[in-house]
């Protein structure tokens, strides 16, 4: 920032000394001739995090390249073994270090390291002219805690085998269960809907919905980005910003926008410590049980297990993708389906959640299980 009001921006990926004046330099002479912008600024000092926890997020892993093939292989091998699989799409395993920080003119110099490591496989498994491909991975901070090469591709095998003899379905409304691995994606819309730029833009279909009713009120959305040795953790935001526990939604009731300290500006009020996003969400549980169990509450419906497309309009909450899964009636599983839409309005969707499993897909950043909603349109067969 210079002068306090005007924004410049650089970047380098070299790090020697001489590189990074420079990049110094560009940004402050981009800021120089950058526009006046009143609500652009540092966080106010005392929110900054001089104190910053230890998360526990760096556990690098002693990988080399024939360890890493000898994990693909192991998982490519057990998922070819298995009946109807054809063939492998690839197997990969990857180890990710970084180191941040951040520093601005109040004094703040923070740090944070972490890693990430993951192994996936993708298969395609093949009956008579049927041929369907799945995929699954695993992924933690700490190697330790990742499944076998073993599990991982006994589940990618399960998972084609299960997509073999899909049909679809005549068009009409019914009970759609989001599985674990699908459901976050109902509630990353939901927090970007509060997301202040999307609130200060009037771009949103939860427009000024403080102390709205949203979810049902046996549901919370709740931070916790402390949480040690957890995907998702983080000690502070892009602002330097020390995070905190805090509710976005209590009892089905929007306590707070998710902000950082500009869209904050904007709104006249104080950031939330989420520039850059939020971590480690969890949604509460109102069921007590999983997949399994839910499917039998449902009785008869759509288990939705893949999404495709990008058919959703954060402004009016207009939903519509295409789907794949299974059908299910007398609280069983029928027969698997594809070739469906699926349609609603967010608003709806939410407010029509009737159950939220504790199958957590953990995973993710968004911690959630399986959701089941009350009725959407599916459109298959004319």
């Not at 924004?7 to 001739?33: F, P, Q, R």
């Not at 990857?94 to 951040?102: A, I, K, P």
């Not at 609603?344 to 407010?351: E, T, V």
């Not at 009737?354 to 959630?368: A, F, P, Y």
């Amino acid at each position: 920032f210079r002068s306090g009001q005007k924004k410049g921006h650089a970047s380098s990926v070299d790090l020697s000394k001489d590189s990074l004046n420079k990049t110094i330099e560009s940004a402050c002479l981009i800021a120089k001739y950058t526009q006046e912008d009143p609500f652009s600024g540092l966080a106010p000092k005392d929110l900054m995090a001089f104190d910053a926890p230890d998360l526990d997020l760096y556990h690098p892993w002693d990988l080399d390249a024939q360890h890493s093939i000898d994990l693909a292989k192991a998982c490519e091998e057990i998922a070819l073994e298995q009946n109807e699989i054809d063939n492998s799409e690839g197997a990969e395993v990857s180890s990710f270090q970084g180191e941040g920080l951040y520093a601005n003119s109040n004094g703040l110099i923070a740090t944070q390291s972490s890693t990430r490591h993951s192994l996936n496989c993708s298969l395609i498994a093949k009956r008579d002219d049927d041929m369907q491909t799945a995929y699954e991975y695993t992924t933690a901070l700490d190697a330790n805690d990742m499944e076998s090469p073993q599990q991982v591709g006994m589940k990618a095998a399960l998972l084609a085998q299960q997509k073999l003899g899909a049909r679809s379905l005549p068009s009409q409304k019914c009970p759609v269960i989001f599985t674990s691995r699908l459901s976050g994606g109902l509630f990353a819309q939901l927090l970007g809907a509060l997301g202040g730029s999307r609130q200060y833009k009037k771009s949103t279909f939860l427009l000024n919905s403080i102390d709205q009713i949203v979810i049902p009120e046996s549901l919370s959305l709740f931070e916790q980005p402390f949480a040690k040795k957890t995907l998702g953790a983080k000690a502070f935001d892009r602002d330097g910003v020390l995070k905190r526990e805090q509710y976005f939604v209590k009892d089905g009731r929007v306590k707070s926008y998710v902000m950082g300290q500009y869209s904050a500006n904007q709104l006249g009020l104080k950031t939330t410590a989420n520039a850059g996003g939020t971590n480690n969400v969890s949604v509460t549980a109102n069921f007590d049980g999983g997949l399994e169990a839910m499917i039998k509450a449902m009785g008869k419906g759509l288990v939705v297990t893949e999404l495709m497309g990008q058919g959703v309009n954060a402004t009016t909450g207009d939903y519509s993708r295409g789907a794949l899964g299974f059908w299910v009636e007398n609280g069983e599983i029928q027969y698997p389906v594809s070739g469906l839409t699926i349609a609603g309005n967010l608003k709806d969707m939410l407010l029509g959640i009737e159950h939220v499993g504790t199958d957590i897909d953990q995973r993710s950043n968004l911690k959630v299980g399986s959701v089941l909603v009350n009725q959407m349109t599916i459109a298959g067969e004319s």
